[in-house]
């Protein structure tokens, strides 16, 4: 089945302490990207990655990291936590053909508490 | 700069149809998406409009006027689990950037 699978799904961890979230995709997507949802402010793009070792911010990159190392896995980094990072977050993954008329696949969405 | 606007919230009844609206103002334009959200749910893809015009899915069609920067969702025979959010999305010039709006949360109700 394809799919974009992120994990942990819900994750509470204190200020300060490094955590990865995993995001892995099975369809051979070139283009894959890390948004924050929260309420009143909709999906804001953290990062995007258009191919291995290919990374560009997004709108709010300010306190995470992301890596390309294969295509399939697109882990977001946050190295220190701070409350301000609680929010859920998704995992996306396209086509680069066709991400002009391709939806994005969106993985289930980690729900990250900092306190 | 980038701005999507589309309203906060809508009620609508059972069986009726309802549209929501959705103005967008993009650095660049390579088309316009429509997403659905259940409430804790990843979104999930409904439409997509580069040209002018009516696209129609089912119980769904999206409309869009790039001179007007302006599309619309219908949504005809509402069924109570179309309550959801409905997040409007331009592609920016170069297919790098998706900027989503807000969402519109609907609610359906008998």
């Known amino acids: 089945e394809a799919q974009v699978t992120q994990n942990p799904r819900y994750l509470i961890t204190v200020t300060g302490k490094k955590l990865t979230v995993t995001c892995s995709q099975n369809?051979?997507?070139?283009?894959m990207s890390w948004y924050r949802q929260d309420p009143g402010l909709g999906l804001r793009q953290i990062y995007y990655s258009m191919n291995v070792e290919v990374t560009d911010k997004g709108d709010v990159p300010e306190g995470y990291k992301v890596s390309r190392k294969e295509k399939r896995n697109f882990p977001l980094i946050l190295e220190s936590p701070s409350p301000n990072q609680t929010s859920l977050y998704f995992c996306?993954?396209?086509?680069?053909?066709?991400?002009?008329?391709?939806?994005?696949?969106f993985g289930n969405g980690t729900r990250l508490t900092v306190t | 700069g980038q701005n999507i606007d589309q309203p906060t919230e809508m009620t609508a009844t059972e069986g009726a149809i309802v549209q929501i609206n959705c103005t967008y103002q993009t650095s660049g334009f390579n088309g316009l998406f429509w997403y659905q959200q259940h409430a804790g749910e990843a979104p999930t893809f409904l439409s997509y409009?580069?040209?002018?015009g009516l696209e129609e899915k089912g119980r769904f069609s999206s409309f869009l006027s790039r001179s007007k920067g302006y599309s619309y969702l219908l949504l005809k025979e509402l069924q109570m689990k179309d309550s959801a959010s409905y997040l409007c999305a331009a592609m920016n010039t170069g297919f790098q950037k998706l900027v989503f709006g807000t969402g519109t949360r609907l609610l359906v109700s008998p």
């Open positions: 369809m051979n997507h070139e283009y």
């Open positions: 409009n580069v040209l002018d």
């Open positions: 996306a993954s396209s086509s680069i053909a066709g991400l002009s008329n391709s939806p994005l696949h």
